[in-house]
Structures are given as structure tokens and as C-alpha cells.
């Protein structure tokens, strides 16, 4: 029998997915293309999953958005690092992950993952824990949009304790930084993984208040900013930040390596690539130009609210 509480976060994964799609593409005018998958027999993973995502649209470059629930007999080793005593261990683990690369270089990329891992372990009750958050990766810097994101992160947590919110936020800034290069991917946002302070109930409310913020959190920015000219030297740089996204997606991205390592469905594992960049060699910011200025005042670490 399955246990009802799986029930209850796949129901509400499902849903929002399909809420988050439906504002975005009305931003868009583009519907999405709906791809629903199933893992075949005899593959490492069972289960099954939705990818959704829109391509080539008038706001969105690249807007891909999947829900996924797959179980394992196995428990790959990014998942049991901080828990050794389920090594081994059956699990399922299901979620909606997003990422979406806007065209106008004034707006910028998103990501959001929400997720639960529930361990089956031969003894003992199912064990589950949560993981997600949000971040904001502009290619021109706006205070105004960067403390409107943080403020709406910190109001999602705080209902569910005043220190999760500093808390998750230093985890989000230690997370998305790229090692090779010493540098923040963008301007962060909240990050929080093997959570399961105060029990399911409790994991799954903050959880559901994460993922509930998310459009109030991106889509005033979009509409600020998606119908500022720009031209080539605005492109060209969003597409040289855009290298840096891939770079940390492949390299340092635990989810993108719990996928590949448990045998996940390639194609919705790397929906987050953008559909274009570029890399240039030792390439430098002139001072005072706001390409210099993204560098200085916002992929830094620093306080937004």
C-alpha cells in the first residue's frame, strides 16, 4: 500500500508545475510542449515523469519545466554523502525542477527546484527528507530586482522560523559558486537540502511555501524587464554569462549528478542548458560599463534585505 504522505507531495508537485507553466506561458504568448515519459523495464530507474517546455519564444529563449517521480533499489552516493546508515537503501524520489533563460539580456535567468527523497530502508519507517530552493542569475544588475526576489524568499520562510531564512540564503550563496573561478553564479536566492527538521508535516509546509512564492517572486521582474532595447553587445555578454551557467550546471550541480549517476532521463536531467552560449578566453570588463558593474555590486556576496 502506498503511504499517503507520497501521495500528498507528488499531488501537490503535479499541481504546481501546471500553475507555473500556465503563468509563463501567458507571459509568452507560446504554449509549452508537453512531453510525459515513462522509464522502460530493466532500466536502473522506474517510474515516470512530465517535461515541459517552450522554445524560441517572443520572452523566453528557452523555458524548461519537469516533474519527475522515479523509484531505485539503490541509493546513488549523492544522495547517502551526509546519511551513510542508508547506503544501500530503496528510495523514490520525486520533483519539479525549473530553469528558464528569458531573450532579453535585461531579464534575468531563474532556477527553482523543489524535491522530496524518501528512503525505504529493510528495517524501520520510510525516512524522507526535502531539498530546493530558488536563485537569480541577471545578466545586468537592478537592485530593485534583486530585493524584490530576496524579500520574497525571506517572506516564504519566515511563517516557518525567523532564522531559515539567513540560514538558507548563506547555504544558497555557498552552493551556487563556482570553485573553478572564485565566482557567485548570480545573486542567489535560498538553497536547503537533507531537510527534515521538525518532521514531515512541517518539512512539507516550508517546502510547499517555497515553491508557492516562486511565480510572485520571478514574474514582476520579468515584466519590468522584457521590453527594454537592447542589441549586440548586450546579447553578447548575456551569452558569455550564460557559459558560466553550463559550467556550473555539469560541474558542481548535485542535482544534475544524482540524476546521471542513478540512470535519470538525460534529456529532462539537462533541460536547464541554455540554448546558446559562449565562451571567450580571459575576456575583461571595461571599468564603469554595467557589464563591469555585474561583477562588482551584484555577483558578490552581500545582503539584499
Not at 507531495?9 to 509549452?32: K, M, N, P, S, Y
Not at 529532462?268 to 546558446?276: A, D, E, H, N, V
Amino acid at each position: 500500500m502506498a503511504d499517503p504522505r507520497v501521495t500528498q507531495v507528488r499531488d501537490w508537485l503535479q499541481g504546481l508545475q501546471a500553475r507555473i507553466v500556465e503563468a509563463i506561458a501567458a507571459v509568452d504568448g507560446t504554449a509549452f510542449t508537453v512531453d510525459r515519459w515513462q522509464k522502460a523495464p530493466g532500466e536502473p530507474l522506474q517510474g515516470r515523469g512530465t517535461t515541459m517546455i517552450l522554445e524560441d519564444g517572443p520572452v523566453f529563449e528557452r523555458a524548461g519545466c519537469g516533474f519527475s517521480d522515479v523509484q531505485g533499489m539503490k541509493l546513488p552516493p549523492s544522495a547517502t554523502q551526509h546519511r551513510p546508515q542508508l547506503v544501500g537503501a530503496p528510495f523514490e524520489a520525486m520533483g519539479v525542477s525549473l530553469v528558464f533563460h528569458p531573450r532579453n539580456p535585461y531579464v534575468p535567468t531563474v532556477h527553482m527546484n523543489v524535491r522530496m527523497l524518501a528512503a525505504l530502508p529493510a528495517e524501520g519507517e520510510p525516512v524522507f527528507w526535502f531539498g530546493g530552493g530558488m536563485d537569480l542569475t541577471p545578466y545586468y544588475g537592478f537592485e530593485e530586482d534583486a530585493v524584490h526576489f530576496h524579500r520574497a524568499c525571506k517572506s516564504a520562510l519566515e511563517p516557518h522560523g525567523s532564522g531559515l531564512y539567513p540560514r538558507f540564503k548563506a547555504w544558497c550563496d555557498d552552493y551556487f559558486f563556482l570553485k573553478h573561478r572564485a565566482e557567485q553564479r548570480g545573486i542567489g536566492g535560498i538553497f536547503f537540502d537533507d531537510h527534515s527538521e521538525g518532521g514531515f508535516e512541517a518539512s512539507f509546509a516550508m517546502q510547499r511555501s517555497v515553491g508557492d512564492a516562486f511565480l510572485g517572486a520571478y514574474l514582476p521582474i520579468v515584466e519590468r524587464r522584457m521590453n527594454i532595447p537592447h542589441g549586440e553587445r548586450e546579447r553578447d555578454f548575456q551569452l558569455y554569462r550564460r557559459g558560466r551557467y553550463v559550467e556550473f550546471n555539469l560541474v558542481w550541480d548535485r542535482g544534475t549528478h544524482f540524476g546521471l549517476q542513478s540512470g535519470g532521463r538525460t534529456e529532462s536531467i539537462l533541460l536547464s542548458m541554455p540554448p546558446q552560449a559562449n565562451w571567450s578566453y580571459r575576456r575583461e570588463e571595461a571599468p564603469g560599463t554595467p557589464e563591469r558593474e555585474l561583477y562588482d555590486k551584484f555577483i558578490v556576496r552581500r545582503e539584499w534585505v
